[in-house]
T-cell receptor, first 109, second 115 residues
Framework: AQRVTQPEKLLSVFKGAPVELKCNYS??????LFWYVQYSRQRLQLLLR??SRESIKGFTADLNKGETSFHLKKPFAQEEDSAMYYC???????????FGAGTILRVKS | NAGVTQTPKFQVLKTGQSMTLQCAQD?????MSWYRQDPGMGLRLIHY???????DQGEVPNGYNVSRSTTEDFPLRLLSAAPSQTSVYFC??????????????FGEGSRLTVL
């Protein structure tokens, strides 16, 4: 079955430090990969998708097919980045988007 | 703009009771879906629909029914609630029938407790 693994439940960093949220997927084909974010008291929302190759709020994510990874990175964390981050993958099951368990990012001042 | 609206926001049920979680969107989206969010398990797809009259099962469909009689509405029915269905439920919609290729817009969530 298609799986998305986010190994860290909680990642705590200091403001200004680099951030890397890990995501690995199991789909052997060409996946559609996304990062969604849920800020406190806000709705879950799309942060970025691999197909658009954008940088959103300073975050980037590169698809590494060899390692089946789609890690989310930001060079300098800000306090407002504190949120729950979900990696999601589609492709194997048509319209079914599979989410990882999520990683809570806490940026300390 | 309302976007995706879910009701109720909170609900407490007794085991065996039935209820319907309502979801409506005003963006003329073809794709709608229901997820449940549980600690340590992320979001799991319950059911989804690619258009009016069309529904299909997700990862965890047992115990839930859905229907899609209009483009706007996608209710989720619990016929006989069980404590294992205690969760936060999210409705999400997307413009195209290929929902995963587009941006999913989420509702605020409905917190359900089954005693």
């Amino acid at each position: 079955a298609q799986r998305v693994t986010q190994p860290e439940k909680l990642l705590s960093v200091f403001k200004g430090a680099p951030v890397e949220l890990k995501c690995n997927y199991s789909y052997s084909g060409s996946p559609e990969l996304f990062w969604y974010v849920q800020y406190s008291r806000q709705r879950l929302q799309l942060l970025l998708r691999h197909i658009s190759r954008e940088s959103i709020k300073g975050f980037t994510a590169d698809l590494n097919k060899g390692e089946t990874s789609f890690h989310l990175k930001k060079p300098f964390a800000q306090e407002e980045d504190s949120a729950m981050y979900y990696c999601a993958s589609g492709g194997e099951y048509g319209n079914k988007l599979v989410f990882g368990a999520g990683t809570i990012l806490r940026v300390k001042s | 703009n309302a976007g995706v609206t879910q009701t109720p926001k909170f609900q407490v049920l007794k085991t065996g009771q039935s209820m319907t979680l309502q979801c409506a969107q005003d963006m003329n989206h073809e794709y709608m879906s229901w997820y449940r969010q549980d600690p340590g398990m992320g979001l799991r797809l319950i059911h989804y629909s690619v258009g009016a009259g069309i529904t299909d099962q997700g990862e965890v469909p047992n115990g839930y029914n859905v229907s899609r009689s209009t483009t706007e509405d996608f209710p989720l029915r619990l016929l006989s609630a069980a404590p294992s269905q205690t969760s936060v439920y999210f409705c999400a919609s997307s413009l195209g029938a290929q929902g995963i290729l587009g941006e999913l817009f989420f509702g605020e969530g409905s917190r359900l407790t089954v005693l």
